[in-house]
């Protein structure tokens, strides 16, 4: 009889706690599942919303074979951003064929960027369509291998208004492998080696492999949006004084890029233990959506 008794109370007990829990979810954000068509696949996804968003962003994956990046998708929403992330073509739920050095394809040839590149684009048009505020600026936010896809993007997409690139290359793709060939995953490079050393390999190594090479700049000359560059300083995957290098010339043309550099972060500085690339960019993000609200009223 005991039993039963303190059975029923611990039923009762869930009972009127869980709509508690499942509420104070709710009111953070909401999640929405979403498909959409590209280039003949479908691509799956999510968009979490949260209740009053001031910007909206579409992640753009690195290289690797990811699924959505939900974690992090929920890390931006709490911030008051809405957020679409989909898993990348040929992984997960999405269609097509994933390309890339773990299945011994080539994923930086200029086809398959540009593949991934019409991905955003339709993840960003139907992002737009699913938003209930059409005014909220859309931008997207990307890491490593996305430095050479969010510009090919945004230069084909006027719907989208700014760019974050966590630990994204400005070079090309070729003088790219060049340094990571050099650096050959050695977390120590950099006790052992000047950036004269890296600067001299990236830009006369020979090549390993023949193919056209992409070269950002070409897509990033065509901008006008703002755009923010997190770096960290002993990052083995870019060479990243190189790549402020280009940043700089940029701004010297009126170009609204800019950059921050870690001295003591890697190259995963959007998902380090140090949150403040995370941080930056929230803070940007607001400055320049908000800039941008003020000027269109002006308009």
């Not at 995953?185 to 006369?204: C, L, M, Q, V």
């Not at 010297?252 to 001295?263: A, I, N, R």
Request: net charge positive; hydrophobic share 40%; proline share 5%.
């Amino acid at each position: 009889m005991n039993k039963n008794l303190f059975s029923n109370l611990l039923l009762w007990l869930s009972l009127i706690t869980l709509p508690v829990l499942v509420f104070s979810q709710s009111t953070e954000f909401a999640i929405q599942d979403v498909k959409f068509e590209s280039q003949g696949v479908t691509l799956a996804g999510s968009i979490i919303n949260p209740k009053n968003p001031f910007a909206a962003v579409v992640i753009v994956h690195g290289s690797d074979p990811v699924k959505r990046e939900m974690e992090f998708a929920k890390r931006l929403a709490k911030e008051g951003i809405a957020v679409l992330t989909y898993d990348k073509r040929g992984v997960g739920e999405s269609g097509g064929v994933y390309v890339g050095p773990s299945v011994g394809t080539n994923n930086i040839d200029t086809t398959n960027l540009n593949l991934l590149s019409h991905d955003a684009d339709e993840a960003v048009k139907t992002f737009r369509a699913k938003l209930k505020d059409k005014s909220i600026p859309i931008g997207l936010v990307g890491f490593s291998q996305a430095g050479w896809i969010i510009p090919i993007t945004a230069s084909k997409n006027p719907q989208i208004e700014f760019m974050v690139l966590f630990s994204c290359p400005t070079i090309t793709t070729l003088e790219q492998l060049r340094f990571q060939f050099y650096t050959n995953g050695n977390n120590n490079f950099w006790e052992n080696h000047t950036e004269a050393d890296a600067r001299e390999h990236t830009k006369n190594d020979p090549d390993k492999y023949q193919f056209v090479a992409t070269d950002p700049k070409k897509s990033l000359n065509t901008l006008s949006i703002p755009g923010l560059w997190l770096f960290g300083e002993k990052d083995i995957q870019i060479p990243v004084k190189l790549c402020i290098e280009d940043l700089n010339i940029f701004k010297v043309q009126g170009k609204p890029f800019e950059y921050t550099l870690f001295s003591t972060l890697e190259h995963n500085t959007a998902f380090d233990s140090n949150t403040a690339p995370f941080d930056i960019s929230i803070q940007w993000i607001k400055q320049k959506t908000l800039n941008n609200k003020k000027s269109k009223k002006r308009k």
